[in-house]
């Protein structure tokens, strides 16, 4: 397992851009797929993004594609969420989390983080 912590949410206008960061320790971190997953209050957890343990794969949910970039550094054991274009729909809590294998399965999942709020407004 690895221990995960994201920073980097915020209050931000409509069309701003944030970068989220998910800083990992353990190193077995090189190995896993990492996702990004978004909850807005009242709805079901949504993976946002995932890249394989060597950046070769990548995923987008439809509704950040061509706005949200994923990518990792696996020597110093991040993953970073660049958002642009933000929507007041993109308002959410955002994980970081880790899975053994790829693609992302949530079931599979055995590490997360804590969240980081990020505020959209119109």
């Known amino acids: 397992q690895v221990q995960l912590l994201e920073s980097g949410g915020g209050f931000v206008q409509a069309g701003a851009a944030l970068r989220l960061l998910c800083a990992a320790s353990g190193r077995a971190f090189s190995r896993y797929t990492m996702g990004w997953f978004r909850q807005a209050p009242g709805k079901e957890r949504e993976l946002v993004g995932a890249?394989?343990?060597?950046?070769?794969?990548?995923y987008y949910a439809d509704s950040v594609k061509g706005r949200f970039t994923i990518s990792r550094d696996n020597a110093q054991r991040t993953v970073s969420l660049q958002m642009n274009s933000l929507k007041p729909e993109d308002t959410a809590v955002y994980y970081c989390a880790a899975n053994p294998t790829w693609p992302f399965i949530v079931s599979s999942a055995d590490s997360w983080g804590q969240g980081t709020p990020v505020t959209v407004s119109s």
């Open positions: 890249i394989s343990w060597c950046s070769g794969y990548l």
